[in-house]
């Protein structure tokens, strides 16, 4: 999902957890994936992934962490790996198991159905005790986790709850995180029991953050935008809420309805007027609006007030993007790109950037990297011939397309032997 501001929530929100966790290799690199469903998951090489989902989800911003927290002691310890090298040793007592069978199936087709089905049962019973001893570590260790970084640890009982009860919303299929994090009551209530007897946290002081996002995603992910600006709308009359004022502002810029969304954000508090994420919707609104002029004014003060904040540098790119500067817009993507080399979406806007500057070059080299980071090898060698058939190419040009040819090739050959 490319949106700069609810990533660098979450992205922030890791990196608060990380320190406390059990990891000894932090280096982590967080997916936000724009899916409604509830899930999360972590995989070898530090990669956290979040469905966005999953934070319309959490009915608060500890809930939405303890889920982070839980990840995190997946990751440390092992636990991917360690069900790899558990099927790894399972499998030839598997596949002797299914040959006895058939086997027996040669003389008794009745016995031999019955000896299969008993070999893939106790194979499943396996993966299934295995994995809820996972489940369960990841739990302790991810409350302590919690503890540790003054979150309440009552917080993941709580979020496995809600997920659970929304399990009637999906008929016959329960949400995604359910699917690969079984919970069961027993579980709730053990997690529950764990809670109870760690060390009480102080609640932190409010702040608005966890609102704003929540309120950011619901916005995205509703396929009917019309009638959830309805709903803000009817409960900013009714409460005057600050998050339902918000709700107003970025359904009336998703649905055109510019006029309230510019009154919604008159009516936030001052308090959240000043916050960082509503001066960056607020430009989202003057793009809107095609006011240019103002968009580049706001975008530049944050820029000074906010240096190497990601979504600031990135909604300003866009704004020089947009307003016909894409030669402005070059060096605040590739700041970005510095500090985020797998940004997709920053690769990309580069390469639209330097096409309208007339870096053909340039055009050349950042397509070839999106391609390679999207996993597309066969247009990321055809982007490469193209590049190498430009004229009054220096040197160091040629040198750079030869080794991204080596990489996209090594690449390639790697994947073969994997697959």
Same mark, same amino acid.
């Given at each position: 999902m490319q949106d700069p501001i609810t990533f660098h929530y979450l992205d922030e929100l890791l990196w608060d957890l990380a320190p406390h966790?059990?990891?000894?290799?932090?280096?982590?690199?967080?997916?936000?994936?724009?899916?409604?469903?509830?899930?999360?998951?972590?995989?070898?090489?530090?990669?956290?992934?979040?469905?966005?989902?999953l934070i319309t989800a959490a009915g608060s911003e500890d809930e939405l962490v303890s889920v982070l927290a839980h990840e995190l002691a997946h990751l440390s310890q092992r636990h991917y790996a360690q069900r790899i090298e558990e099927e790894r040793r399972n499998r030839p007592l598997v596949l002797a198991g299914v040959l006895a069978s058939i086997l027996i199936a040669a003389a008794d087709p009745q016995g031999g159905a019955a000896?299969?089905?008993?070999?893939?049962?106790a194979q499943a019973q396996a993966q299934l005790s295995f994995s809820r001893r996972n489940e369960?570590?990841?739990?302790?260790?991810?409350?302590?986790?919690?503890?540790?970084?003054?979150?309440?640890?009552?917080?993941?009982?709580?979020?496995?709850?809600?997920?659970?009860? $929304?399990?009637?919303?999906?008929?016959?299929?329960p949400p995604e995180f359910l699917l690969s994090h079984p919970v069961t009551e027993a579980r709730i209530a053990d997690s529950l029991n764990r809670a109870?007897?760690?060390p009480t946290v102080t609640p932190r002081p409010y702040t608005p953050d966890f609102d704003l996002i929540r309120t950011r995603m619901e916005v995205h992910l509703s396929n009917q935008p019309g009638?959830?600006?309805?709903r803000f709308l009817a409960d900013s009359r009714e409460n005057s809420h600050a998050r339902s004022h918000y709700g107003v502002l970025l359904a009336g810029i998703r649905t055109g309805e510019l006029k309230l969304a510019r009154e919604a954000l008159a009516k936030l508090p001052s308090s959240w007027q000043q916050h960082l994420y509503v001066q960056l919707s607020g430009i989202e609104l003057l793009l809107a609006?095609?006011?240019y002029t103002e968009a580049q004014h706001q975008s530049s003060q944050l820029m000074d007030l906010y240096p190497g904040s990601l979504p600031v540098m990135?909604?300003?790119a866009r704004v020089m993007h947009e307003s016909g500067r894409p030669d402005r817009a070059i060096p605040v993507y590739r700041q970005v790109l510095q500090d985020y080399p797998t940004d997709v979406? $920053?690769?990309?806007?580069?390469?639209?950037?330097?096409?309208?500057?007339?870096?053909?070059?340039?055009?050349?080299?950042?397509?070839?990297?999106?391609?390679?980071?999207?996993?597309?090898?066969?247009s990321a060698v055809q982007q490469i011939t193209f590049a190498k058939r430009e004229r009054n190419l220096r040197p160091a040009d040629i040198a750079r397309l030869e080794q991204l040819e080596a990489e996209t090739l090594e690449i390639r050959r790697q994947m073969k032997e994997d697959f």
């Open positions: 966790s059990q990891l000894t290799d932090r280096r982590l690199e967080l997916i936000v994936l724009d899916n409604p469903t509830f899930n999360a998951f972590a995989v070898p090489g530090g990669i956290i992934g979040v469905h966005a989902g000896a299969l089905s008993g070999t893939i049962g369960e570590e990841a739990d302790r260790i991810g409350m302590q986790t919690l503890v540790a970084a003054n979150r309440d640890p009552k917080a993941m009982p709580m979020m496995f709850s809600r997920l659970q009860r $929304s399990y009637r919303f999906y008929g016959q299929r109870e007897a760690l009638e959830i600006l309805q609006e095609h006011d990135k909604l300003h979406d $920053s690769w990309y806007q580069l390469a639209e950037a330097e096409g309208l500057a007339g870096n053909i070059t340039g055009v050349h080299e950042a397509r070839i990297e999106y391609f390679l980071l999207t996993g597309n090898l066969d």
